[in-house]
């Protein structure tokens, strides 16, 4: 492996360091780094100041230099890989698990299953390791993207930016809706007094989700909700601020005695579409929940198959 160029193209006034970090997806602190490194380029000149301003039209290089082995052990966990290729990999992350090691989780994550699972990682970061485009909560199961390669990594990430990724949930919600479908269209930010809380602010970044019903249950509904942008917890954030909390959310949801679930909030991302970064091909996943999730529907009064929930159709349009 050696080092790995990225071209990009300003469109408005911006600090380079800013421009990197959204463009090449990694944190604003990294690309500062990698600027005082000397290896971002303005028209082919090297800037080594984090605020040099760029102007529209501005053609930005950033050399990634070869990425150091991660410090995270590989384990030997069997998780379900429903697709890969040189480029990526789209994987299903059961409920309870971690995505990333942090303080009081370093061991069973994802990060540790991929290491151990997959025969190429993205670097993007600065070390070796799975390239995980984007992430869901422990307690949410369902599919993910993977990027192998840094080429893969940005060109996703790019996708997911451009709002071109099809993110698809299911969730058991309280309460019913009188309508068959409508959307929450707010704003999310950290809580102003409770930092480990995401909720609606003023400030905060635009988020919309579009959700439609799927079973009215007794006391409850199965909904499909999809993401337009995909903001930390924000169907949670986004049904709770309507009345319909995701049932088990231990932050969100409600303190009902009825509602007294464990394990965590009843989600899943049950569908993933995308472009394929070397083929262009329109690529589509989807996975049925976990057993817990659907004894629930059950006990709600629900039934479940694919095709009397509405859920796994075919279709990117559908």
């Not at 370093?106 to 993205?122: H, I, P, Q, Y």
Request: aromatic share 6%; charged share 25%.
């Amino acid at each position: 492996m050696s080092d790995t160029r990225f071209r990009f193209v300003c469109d408005h006034s911006e600090r380079l360091d800013a421009f990197l970090s959204r463009e090449a997806d990694i944190t604003r602190s990294r690309a500062a780094a990698l600027i005082r490194e000397g290896r971002a380029f303005v028209a082919g000149t090297p800037r080594e100041k984090a605020g040099w301003m760029l102007k529209a039209g501005d053609a930005v290089e950033l050399v990634l230099p070869e990425p150091k082995p991660a410090n995270v052990q590989a384990e030997d966990i069997d998780i379900s890989i429903l697709y890969q290729d040189n480029d990526l990999a789209v994987v299903f992350k059961p409920s309870g698990m971690v995505v990333h090691p942090a303080p009081g989780n370093e061991a069973g994550t994802l990060v540790n299953a991929l290491l151990g699972r997959l025969d190429n990682l993205s670097g993007i970061g600065g070390e070796l390791r799975p390239g995980i485009v984007h992430r869901i909560d422990k307690d949410t199961s369902g599919l993910l993207l993977v990027a192998k390669n840094d080429r893969a990594h940005v060109s996703l990430s790019e996708q997911i930016k451009a709002h071109s990724v099809h993110r698809a949930y299911m969730a058991l919600v309280q309460g019913g809706f009188h309508e068959p479908e409508g959307f929450v269209d707010a704003p999310i930010g950290r809580h102003p007094t409770d930092r480990k809380r995401m909720a609606i602010v003023p400030d905060g970044r635009e988020a919309r989700t579009n959700w439609f019903v799927r079973q009215p249950l007794k006391g409850a509904t199965l909904i499909e909700a999809r993401l337009t942008t995909g903001r930390t917890h924000q169907i949670r954030v986004h049904m709770a601020s309507i009345g319909h909390p995701v049932l088990g959310d231990p932050v969100y949801g409600s303190k009902r005695a009825q509602w007294n679930i464990s394990g965590g909030q009843l989600l899943h991302a049950f569908r993933i579409g995308f472009i394929h970064p070397s083929t262009g091909e329109e690529m589509l996943f989807e996975a049925p929940p976990e057993e817990r999730m659907v004894r629930w529907i059950i006990r709600l009064g629900g039934q479940w198959s694919p095709e009397q929930s509405g859920f796994f159709t075919t279709s990117l349009e559908a």
